[in-house]
């Protein structure tokens, strides 16, 4: 399995890092390039919106062409994407730069999921989902110390430059798995919205797509509200900037790689009711800091610590869920749920930074939000069971 794993690191990496390499780095490019906040931010939502919407036209190409071709066609769009970032200066065409790069990496993203509901069943499929998401976990770890780096020495297109290097890695890694055979049937193009209706109507889908939208929704909430706080009104260097959100990300990726045993034991439903119980706990704390502390390093960061350990808990078990049902259609069934994911996480934690974040309660509001969410989609289902 491990191997396995390592294979298709490079190629879930490619969605974060994208996201993740030039968030600290944000400053230096809008001042090189005469941008305001609003316009950087975009970067980052356009990104977010091509990345679930793509997922709708992959799905049905691997499911009907297989997994290799489509795979490596993902990945080139990917360096594409990020040379052409790399190498313009106009606004529109860093934001085309960014539509290919969200094209290649949630072809890339996509198919590694679906690779992975090819190859194992059961609480295999638990494993196996939750450490290569928390493998994810990686680029907020090591890219705002890199990004940081990179745009401090060699200017910020360094960054995206770096990104076509990592896609091409990726490239490499594809050569070496080892792809299923191409049983799946096919199914005519008119029929994608049929097909994707039927997943929708799916109840264990629907729950745990939710789900997984809400662990997005926490994500890119603190994405976003993470740098207008540390570097704005803390006024942080990009450097501790870096250090203090690779903090955040390890304790994901040390309570997936430490509880992975316990989540696959636990099972889907108990797993990702403890990831929202985390979620509303550490909202609550953020307001019983705010209050006593005020707007500090501790009131994000040991809060943000406790919810990313909330999603390694409850984003591999949702991808489980979701996914379980559709054998066949495991290429468009993993579309769709990054659709949902994605799209649905990308606006609501987009939301954050249009509420005016003179303190963290936005953060501690999407906390509770998505928590209480989780409880209430995975008690109503379980009523109407």
Same mark, same amino acid.
């Given at each position: 399995?491990?191997?396995?794993?390592?294979?298709?690191?490079?190629?879930?990496?490619?969605?974060?890092?994208?996201?993740?390499?030039?968030?600290?780095?944000?400053?230096?490019?809008?001042?090189?390039?005469?941008?305001?906040?609003?316009?950087?931010?975009?970067?980052?939502?356009?990104?977010?919106?091509?990345?679930?919407?793509?997922?709708?036209?992959?799905?049905?190409?691997?499911?009907?062409?297989?997994?290799?071709?489509?795979?490596?066609?993902?990945?080139?769009?990917?360096?594409?994407? @990020?040379?052409?970032?790399?190498?313009?200066?106009?606004?529109?065409?860093?934001?085309?730069?960014? @539509?290919?790069?969200?094209?290649?990496?949630?072809?890339?993203?996509?198919?590694?999921?679906?690779?992975?509901?090819?190859?194992?069943?059961?609480?295999?499929?638990?494993?196996?989902?939750?450490?290569?998401?928390?493998?994810?976990?990686?680029?907020?770890?090591?890219?705002?110390?890199?990004?940081?780096? $990179?745009?401090?020495?060699?200017?910020?297109?360094?960054?995206?430059?770096?990104?076509?290097?990592?896609?091409?890695?990726?490239?490499?890694?594809?050569?070496?798995?080892?792809?299923?055979?191409?049983?799946?049937?096919?199914?005519?193009? @008119?029929?994608?919205?049929?097909?994707?209706?039927?997943? =929708?109507?799916?109840?264990?889908?629907?729950?745990?797509? &939710?789900?997984?939208?809400?662990?997005?929704?926490?994500?890119?909430?603190?994405?976003?509200?993470?740098?207008?706080?540390?570097?704005?009104? $803390?006024?942080? @260097?990009?450097?501790?900037?870096?250090?203090?959100?690779?903090?955040?990300?390890?304790?994901?990726? $040390?309570?997936?790689?430490?509880?992975?045993?316990?989540?696959?034991?636990?099972?889907?439903?108990?797993?990702?009711?403890?990831?929202?119980?985390?979620?509303?706990?550490?909202?609550?704390?953020?307001?019983?800091?705010?209050?006593?502390?005020?707007?500090?390093?501790?009131?994000? =960061?040991?809060?943000?610590?406790?919810?990313?350990?909330?999603?390694?808990?409850?984003? +591999?078990?949702?991808?489980?869920?979701?996914?379980?049902?559709?054998?066949?259609?495991?290429?468009?069934?993993?579309?769709?749920?990054?659709?949902?994911?994605?799209?649905?996480?990308?606006?609501?934690?987009?939301?954050? &930074?249009?509420?005016?974040?003179?303190?963290?309660?936005?953060?501690?509001?999407? $906390?509770?939000?998505? +928590?209480?969410?989780?409880?209430?989609?995975?008690?109503?289902?379980?009523?109407?069971?």
């Amino acid at each position: 399995m491990f191997r396995f794993i390592a294979l298709l690191t490079p190629m879930v990496l490619l969605m974060g890092l994208a996201l993740d390499l030039y968030i600290p780095s944000q400053q230096i490019m809008m001042r090189a390039l005469d941008l305001n906040f609003p316009q950087i931010q975009w970067t980052m939502t356009i990104y977010m919106y091509c990345f679930g919407l793509g997922q709708l036209i992959v799905g049905p190409i691997t499911d009907r062409f297989g997994r290799r071709i489509p795979l490596f066609v993902s990945i080139l769009f990917y360096i594409a994407g @990020s040379v052409l970032t790399a190498s313009v200066d106009q606004y529109l065409h860093i934001l085309i730069g960014r @539509s290919l790069e969200a094209l290649g990496a949630c072809g890339a993203m996509v198919i590694a999921l679906a690779l992975v509901r090819d190859k194992y069943e059961g609480n295999n499929a638990i494993k196996a989902f939750t450490y290569l998401r928390s493998m994810s976990t990686l680029a907020p770890i090591i890219a705002p110390s890199l990004g940081v780096f $990179l745009a401090l020495h060699y200017g910020w297109r360094a960054d995206f430059y770096f990104l076509a290097f990592l896609g091409m890695l990726a490239l490499m890694c594809g050569f070496g798995i080892e792809y299923p055979p191409h049983t799946i049937a096919v199914s005519k193009p @008119s029929n994608f919205l049929k097909t994707y209706w039927h997943i =929708l109507k799916n109840v264990s889908f629907r729950r745990y797509a &939710v789900c997984a939208a809400m662990v997005q929704t926490v994500m890119f909430s603190y994405f976003s509200i993470s740098p207008v706080i540390y570097l704005q009104h $803390l006024q942080l @260097s990009e450097t501790y900037f870096a250090i203090l959100f690779s903090v955040n990300a390890s304790a994901f990726l $040390l309570a997936a790689f430490i509880f992975a045993s316990l989540i696959a034991k636990l099972g889907v439903k108990k797993s990702v009711s403890i990831g929202a119980l985390l979620y509303v706990s550490a909202g609550i704390l953020v307001w019983i800091m705010q209050h006593y502390l005020g707007m500090c390093i501790e009131t994000l =960061l040991i809060p943000g610590m406790i919810a990313s350990a909330g999603c390694a808990f409850a984003l +591999g078990p949702s991808c489980t869920g979701a996914l379980k049902p559709f054998k066949e259609q495991s290429g468009k069934a993993a579309a769709l749920l990054g659709c949902i994911e994605f799209m649905l996480g990308g606006m609501l934690g987009a939301c954050v &930074v249009y509420i005016p974040p003179t303190n963290v309660l936005p953060f501690a509001l999407s $906390l509770i939000a998505a +928590g209480s969410i989780i409880f209430l989609n995975l008690a109503l289902e379980q009523s109407k069971n």
